[in-house]
């Protein structure tokens, strides 16, 4: 996770996080293996401020091996969520 995609999808998130019915989690998903970790510090550093601009999120990491590691996480809290909203 991180970068313009994922800046995106948070932009579009906050303004539904403000409703008081609403509660935001934010999933990041972490390579294991540290695989397609790329970002420059700058995208790091946007990454941050984008989170710490919505309030009263739930923040969790979860580290996975790869495709099918990543589909398996995501079918055990399918019915923990009502809506998705992913980056590319």
């Given at each position: 996770?991180?970068?313009?995609?994922?800046?995106?999808?948070?932009?579009?998130?906050?303004p539904?996080?403000?409703?008081?019915?609403?509660?935001?989690?934010?999933?990041?998903l972490?390579?294991?293996?540290?695989?397609?970790?790329?970002?420059?510090?700058?995208?790091?550093?946007?990454?941050?401020?984008?989170?710490?601009?919505?309030?009263?999120?739930?923040?969790?990491?979860?580290q996975?091996?790869?495709?099918?590691?990543?589909?398996?996480?995501l079918?055990?809290?399918?019915?923990?969520?009502?809506?998705?909203?992913?980056?590319?």
């Open positions: 996770m991180g970068g313009k995609d994922d800046r995106e999808v948070l932009a579009l998130a906050k539904i996080s403000q409703d008081k019915s609403v509660s935001l989690t934010v999933i990041h972490k390579a294991k293996n540290n695989i397609g970790t790329i970002l420059g510090e700058n995208d790091r550093a946007l990454d941050d401020e984008m989170l710490s601009g919505i309030k009263g999120i739930t923040y969790l990491e979860e996975v091996s790869d495709g099918p590691e990543t589909l398996d996480f079918q055990s809290i399918v019915e923990d969520y009502q809506l998705f909203i992913v980056g590319k």
